[in-house]
């Protein structure tokens, strides 16, 4: 009886140990889970490096932004933003200079830039438009009109209803792409007579804001209240024209890389067409989520609807 009695309670001893066994390895089992799950959204390891975005000063203002952002929430990354124009940051993406080149035109439009090696990240829609120092006099112009003063057949503005001040044109520089979409949309290809130019959008601003009379383009985002956007034909520059291209004068904000992005690079072109950029960032520094357009455009300037 008595080795009985043992027997049964040596079996219940052996018992309680594997029970208790299997339930310390399944706690762990848990324990070691979730320890790797939220070591997964811990380990959302920042990135780190260094990268150099050239090109486009009509996006400047919100690369740099963006940039400031990014950096803030990954300490370890730099990204250098720098202006110079389209022209500038295809061709130095293209000879791999640079990672990143900004640009308000299609690759294939420029000469002189093999379009085939470069990938084409649309980021955004920036409308553009005409401004013009408050001493003109004017708010709105009819295309024609536009044509005719940036090629030098009216010369003053009391011709269009405006002050009797001179006109004085300024251009943005060979090469640019605002110059390129201002060119091709606003005045349907017509030869800009020869005139002052600048490299940065916002210099243009401060000229004509400081210059009576004076007449010129920049992005949508450079509008401000030192100078006056015009309308033309009775249309506003404004988000909503450009959407359903009732504004025609637009252009994509577009980030090429040389080949598929990677490391750093990529991680900065995906936050960019993150939605915290995409919602909030780029309608509030002026510019369109490439996701309002109602309408598409390609390299040739063709306009479908989507």
Known sequence: MKKKFFGILTFLLLAGIVLAACGNNSSNGNGNNNASENGGEEKQE????????????????????????FQAENPGATINVQGGGSGTGLSQVNEGVVDIGNSDV????????????????????VGMGPIVNKEA?????????????????????????????????????????TRATFEKFGLDGAEPVKAQEQDSSGTVVKIVSETPGAISYVAFSYFNDSVVPLKIDGV???????????????????????????????????????????????????????????VERDAQGNVTNK
Not at 241 to 266: C, F, R, S
């Open 46 to 69: 920042k990135v780190t490096g260094s990268i150099t975005a050239v090109g486009s000063t009509a996006m400047q203002p919100l690369v740099e932004e963006a940039a400031s952002q």
């Open 106 to 125: 299609f690759a294939e439009e420029k000469e002189g830039i093999d379009a085939n090696k470069l990938v084409d990240h649309k980021i955004a829609v």
């Open 137 to 177: 006099g004017v708010d709105n112009l009819t295309k024609a009109q536009l044509i005719d003063i940036f090629t030098g057949k009216i010369k003053n503005w009391k011709e269009v209803g405006g002050k009797d001040v001179d006109i004085v044109v300024i251009n943005r520089a060979e090469g640019s792409g």
């Open 236 to 294: 506003e520059p404004t988000q909503e024209n450009v959407e359903t291209n009732d504004w025609k004068i637009w252009a994509y904000q577009h980030m090429y890389t040389n080949g598929e992005p990677k490391g750093l690079t990529k991680a900065f072109i995906d936050y960019m067409l993150s939605d915290e950029i995409q919602s909030n960032l780029i309608p509030e520094l002026g510019y369109i989520p490439v996701t309002g357009m109602k």
